[in-house]
């Protein structure tokens, strides 16, 4: 069963700290791996998409990694601002005709000043 | 300049009741996408349109039907509304299908009584 697990479900830092977060994913055959960033209220905003040859992709102070063979993703933000409390949804694609995308729960952030 | 815009943003009805969500995307793409996105915040996809024709339908009760006019517009028409429809809906847009990042609309939060 396609499965994608974030952690840690939730995570409370302070502005201008880095911090990681976890992506497990058991999804095969693999396609891509994207992080969706969602503020409260709104709709998830895309972050980064990586294929299996992509390490790492940076996207501003964002930075995803990806781990094909152990199928691990993690996305670390380097200092912190308050605008970046949202969710962190992990997401991974299905190789198969039409883009079957397989979402994590998210990793729910909250930076405080 | 709004890229993906879902109308109602809130809508609250009775069971039985049936209702229509409206969708439309002026960002050129071929496909469009309705997901649900329950209250532990896990999004599923439900339906998955590709220049008005339909590439995804998941498990999804014969209820609810989207009806795509143009490439431009997918809207999703809900019959005799149950307890359990109460969700936010998602609407999202991408350039084609596999490598592309999806576009969210901003939900449309339905609560049923």
């Known amino acids: 069963k396609n499965q994608v697990e974030q952690s840690p479900q939730s995570l409370i830092i302070l502005e201008g700290k880095n911090c990681t977060l976890q992506?497990?994913?058991?999804?095969?055959?693999?396609?891509?791996l994207r992080w969706y960033k969602q503020d409260t209220g709104r709709g998830p905003v895309s972050l980064t998409i990586?294929?299996?040859?992509?390490n790492t992709k940076s996207n501003g102070r964002y930075t995803a990694t990806l781990d094909a063979d152990t199928k691990q993703s993690s996305l670390h933000i380097t200092a912190s601002q308050l605008s970046d409390s949202a969710s962190y949804i992990c997401v991974v694609s299905v190789k198969s005709s039409g883009d079957k995308l397989t979402f994590g729960t998210g990793t729910r952030l909250a930076v405080r000043p | 300049d709004t890229a993906v815009s879902q109308t109602p943003k809130y809508l609250v009805t009775q069971m039985g009741n049936d209702k229509s969500i409206k969708c439309e995307q002026n960002?050129?793409?071929?496909?469009m996408y309705w997901y649900k996105q329950d209250s532990k915040k896990f999004l599923k996809i439900m339906f998955s349109y590709n220049n008005k024709e339909l590439i995804i339908n998941e498990t999804v009760p014969n209820r609810f039907s989207p009806k795509s006019p143009d490439k431009a517009h997918l809207n999703l028409h809900i019959n005799s509304l149950e307890l359990g429809d109460s969700a936010v809906y998602f609407c999202a847009s991408a350039r084609g299908q596999g490598y592309s990042p999806l576009h969210f609309g901003n939900g449309t939060r339905l609560t049923v009584t």
């Open positions: 992506c497990n994913y058991t999804v095969s055959p693999f396609s891509n």
């Open positions: 960002l050129g793409h071929d496909t």
């Open positions: 990586m294929t299996f040859s992509e």
